[in-house]
């Protein structure tokens, strides 16, 4: 609190609540419990109960891929070639009416929708969009479209939590943040990874880190996880191998994956950046046969060799981890698996992005990490390995989720060996996918969706203007609360500035301008103090580094506004008054 | 009038605060939980349902890829495995067999990945052991290999635990042998021995790998265990009499070759090697109970035969062009002693015996080291002449 401005303080220390007396009973009892149940422990409890109903609704939305799978397409491991062309495309049939019908608001991954939410709509979703995309979703993904359940989790979640703050008449403020808290509870339930989505949630969706909103993200997302644990175990999504970085050498070999990982992004965001607004523009009759004709190609692709691309995938990427695919093949499943996704995502079908993205990424991995132990043996290590590593590259390159994607393989793993690799590689990945296509796919969605929604890697990158960079040397005499009216006004010519600061012992600052010292002067209170006369009109302060934003916030209401050392608050470093703000505002905007 | 007021007042509060309670948190958090546990109980039961139908499927997948295992159809049997596990991923039991499946497909590496895993949550399970050795074993790890097999040694085996772990132990052995590590193999089979109980077929069995290792003694000693149950196992017979043979034993090494030979007249390695051992012990002059004069004979036919072995290893030599430096000086030495090496001249000296049975002795180790292994009468010979080396 000490080093926080004045009117911080002040802004903090609100009136508190009236107490409860015992003259109005039916009052007291409600002010009571209105104190127990204050809006914002309220959204804490209800955070919890937000983790209960997204983790259910997310058992249920396995329970359902799971039979749409064994209904669709048979209960063995391998497929009949006769059901794999059939049932993505009748499935894609079945879920265009629905889309086009019944569930507008259930089309693409659900990340977008829930940010719109937060940041357009309020935190409303209805929660037809939720039914809407549990079945779209469920008879996707189970029919082999080549999806994941993660983001449609993530949307269910948010749809639930937004339906239950609206039910619990919650505040505006609340009611934004109550989508990303279900969100975070529904991507933790899918992934079975609670770290992994709270962070997620809170680099992509909010984009900002306070108390409030963690504790409830972290609340849900833990709820939801203990939920789905209940029913379904808390086995990982994939069995996870032996993994050991044995030479710092191997780093190198990681490094390589990352390059490769990052082109491989950038290949596939610029499939759905070009391919989705084709398919959009195309007439609207070709809306119903759209995800029809994307099943029956994925499906053609599954006869020809490739079953693996149908579906999430996780079998698969448990199967590259453990050495069983070659390494050719690997690349070959990698390729084959961006475009039976670009196919499913950009035809408007229904599901996520992120199991496909986590699926490329471990075939990636390990067919790099395959090719590297042929050509570079003394610097690879276990294909399993370079799978891991390959969906964080992956994650990082394609999603744009830079401290997600090492959590996420850090939390899968649960193998703190494995996080140098990581992190190596995916900051290659990021810095590859960021030089070659500035706009993440996230963003890039919703522009083509005609929105405006704030980038938070574009957030995360901008250049914020500070109060250093605006203020500038104090002009006149400082003053010291302990001088007389008469020695002030003897310091003060025509030159000196109309306001002047004034220096308080023991600490603090305030001001006088010269027409008011002169009044009280011509009042015969030359002989008084200036602290005497300025009892209790203390001014905030500023240092250099507080934002240019925080500064607009005070110099409306002071025209000089003193900014002081961090460690000295009687130090001045500078000045800074509304016209020093704007002028600089204006020269950023014009540089 | 005023009570009137009051009542008007005092049910305008209570209805206000029962809106208050039913548009307030309390209430809606306590339906909430209500709607919380209906909703757990609902899914719950869909649950049951759900993992019900997984059991089922899985149990199915894996009875298919357990018939198709057994019938050896590989191929099969690893699909059906691996949708089994679609229904249950870490069941050991269908892990276990997929494993097996492939690695009847030599798909090793593949194998090795369930195994290594299973081996995680049991260390004390002698399949997984086993498997993982003989992976090992394909992978040319040694160290591994030995590590697995001695866990699966020791492992807990479902059903017979003493003939699983014993087989196992067998199996090593096999590889030991395999790779030359004789003294190891040795030491696995007097642990194997110990532990055998009246199976003649077991002990003919641990008697061949004791051959196979080069420790006749022990060999001898299974063989000789396994006829002890069942005297009429001609091959035994065969193999004792062998070991005996090369332990230089020709009196125990006759008899069993006898009836071997008696048993399997096709046996003609055994009769071949029984005529060497009776030649052996016909010409050995250092035989005891036989007279001078018979021993006289044998060194003067010894003598004769050297001579023989002599220039016939000379033609040999020369026709492949390796003549020893050192047989002139034998010939020398043979053609000077030749013309004392009669029954007069012996009786006359009989130091002589002593120095023209070294002498030929010398003569069959030179001419067997220079053109190749003799036969007949010079292989009984050298024989005779290696069971009195250094005496």
Known sequence: MDDLPISQTVILAEPTQAVPTASAPIRSRGALLRSVFREERLFLVLSVFIGIFSGLAVVCFRFAIDWCRIYLLGSGFTLSPTRMLLAPSLAGLVIAALVIHVFPLARGSGVNQTKAALYIYNGCIPLRTAIGKFITAALAIGSGHSLGPEDPSLQIGASLASALGRRMRLSRDRMRLIAPVGAAAGLAAAFNAPISAVLFVIEEVIGRWTAGILGSVVLSAVSSVVVMRWFLGSESLFRIPAVQLERPSELVAYSILGVVGGFASVAFSSGIETLRPWCKALPRWTQYFQPAIAGLLIGIIAVLGAPQVMGAGYVYIDEAMHGQFTWQMLGILAGLKIVATLLSFVSGTPGGMFAPTLFIGAMLGAAVGGAEHILLPHLSGSPGTYALVGMGVLFAGFLRAPMTSVFMVLEVSGNYSIILPVMVANTFAYVISRGLRPVPIFDVLTRQDGLDLPSMEEQREEGILRVEDAMRAATGPILDAEETLERAFQRVDEKTPDVLLVRLRPTGWSSITKQNLETMIKEGKSGQTLSSVLAGRQIPYLHPDHSLDMALRYVDRWPLVPVVNRADFSKLEGVISEHDVLTRYRDFGEG | ?391
Not at chain 2, 44 to 70: C, P, T
């Open chain 2, 1 to 391: 009038m005023q009570t009137l007021q009051e009542n008007a007042i005092a049910a305008s509060e209570k209805e206000s605060g029962l809106r208050f309670y039913l548009s307030r948190e309390p209430l809606i958090l306590a339906l909430l939980s209500a709607l919380a546990v209906v909703s757990f109980l609902a899914v719950g039961g869909l649950s049951r349902i759900y993992h019900a139908q997984r059991e089922s499927l899985g149990n199915r997948w894996f009875m298919r890829g357990s018939g198709d295992l057994q019938q050896r159809h590989f191929e099969l049997a690893v699909n059906e495995f691996r949708t089994a596990l679609l229904y249950s991923r870490n069941n050991y039991a269908y892990q276990l067999d997929l494993a097996e499946a492939l690695i009847g497909l030599k798909r090793t590496n593949e194998a090795y990945a369930y195994l290594i895993n299973l081996w995680g949550r049991e260390p004390e399970n002698g399949l997984v052991n086993l498997d993982l050795a003989r992976i090992a074993v394909q992978k040319g790890e040694t160290d591994q290999a030995l590590r697995y097999y001695h866990n699966a040694i020791y492992a807990i085996w479902p059903g017979d635990q003493e003939a699983e772990g014993r087989n196992a132990r067998l199996e090593l052995i096999q590889y030991l042998l395999a790779i030359k590590a004789m003294t190891p193999a040795q030491g696995e089979l007097i642990a194997l021995a110990a532990n055998l109980d009246d199976d003649p077929a077991m002990h003919a069995r641990v008697g061949d790998l004791f051959f196979q290792a080069h420790d006749y003694e022990h060999a001898l000693a299974e063989y000789r265990l396994s006829l002890k149950v069942d005297q009429h196992n001609s091959a035994a017979s065969a193999r004792a009499g062998t070991a005996a043979f090369q332990l230089g034993r020709y009196d125990l090494a006759q008899r069993y070759l006898e009836e071997a030979v008696t048993a399997n007249p096709d046996d003609l390695q055994s009769a071949d090697r029984l005529k060497t051992t009776e030649l052996v012990l016909k010409m050995d002059p250092f035989r005891r109970q036989i007279s001078v004069d018979q021993r006289h004979r044998i060194v003067i036919e010894a003598f004769t035969a050297a001579g023989e072995r002599l220039n016939s290893c000379a033609a040999v030599g020369n026709s492949a062009g390796t003549a020893s430096s050192a047989k002139p000086r034998l010939a020398d030495e043979w053609a000077q002693m030749k013309p004392q090496i009669t029954e007069q001249g012996l009786r006359r000296n009989p130091d002589l015996v002593e120095t023209a049975i070294s002498l030929v002795f010398d003569i069959e180790r030179q001419a067997n080291a220079a053109c190749g292994s003799s036969t007949g009468i010079d292989m009984a010979l050298l024989l005779i002449s290696k069971l009195h080396e250094g005496n």
